[in-house]
């Protein structure tokens, strides 16, 4: 089983739980329309990676989320991830109303900084991505449709998440091919103050 890690311990998620459409600009920029229900879906276990591959099958697109780890009822820890998706594929399942997980629930498709403890959601909490140095997603939790809480309500009516599970938030608009040699760094602040920080380089 693959661990993440927070402050100085790792620990086993059993599932990831996604949010897809969460935020206005990403919903347009893939020509989708605003769902009337909250979309969620699935990665197991054994796509948490540590690598960043720009080919599994197909190329493959990023996707930067905010991603809480669950703890004790509640969001208890906060990363910058990667949602790794075969765009390409999911195109194709979407256009059949076939379920997307062969798209984004593969071996190594959600990648993770360290998990950061928190007290609270601050609304000012936000990401950006820098890819070779340029930044290509940003974003704050004012800008979700589905704040992180109405995101754990949502799901905690329908499956039981174990301490230790993630939940990534969805993404906002700028999502792209990820590119062999391309350096990725994903980071989370609150304002102008940085909380953590990841970086990969794509093979």
């Known amino acids: 089983m693959n661990s993440v890690k927070v402050n100085n311990t790792y620990i086993t998620p059993s599932k990831i739980i996604c949010v897809g459409r969460n935020y206005t ?29 720009s080919y599994h099958q197909e190329t493959l697109h990023y996707e930067a989320e905010l991603c ?20 390409a594929l999911q195109t194709q399942l979407k256009s059949k109303g076939l379920p997307w997980e062969r798209a984004k629930a593969f071996t190594g498709s959600a990648l993770f900084s360290d998990f950061v403890t928190i007290d609270v959601i601050d609304k000012c909490l936000s990401l ?12 704050s939790i004012a800008m979700m449709l589905h704040s992180p809480q109405a995101i754990l309500d949502e799901i905690r009516s329908f499956i039981t998440l174990e301490d230790g599970d993630i939940v990534m938030t969805g993404t906002p608009a700028g999502v792209g091919e990820v590119v062999s040699g391309d350096v990725f760094e994903g980071r989370v602040l609150n304002k102008d103050k940085v909380l953590v920080t990841k970086q990969w380089q794509a093979t």
């Open 25 to 53: 600009l990403h919903i347009s920029e893939l020509g989708n329309e605003v769902p009337d229900d909250m979309v969620l879906f699935m990665k197991p276990n054994a796509a948490i990676g540590e690598q960043l591959c």
């Open 68 to 87: 809480f780890l669950y703890q004790k009822s509640k969001f208890s820890a906060l990363a910058i991830g990667l949602d790794l998706t075969k765009r």
């Open 128 to 139: 950006a991505l820098l890819i070779n140095g340029e930044c290509r997603q940003s974003a």
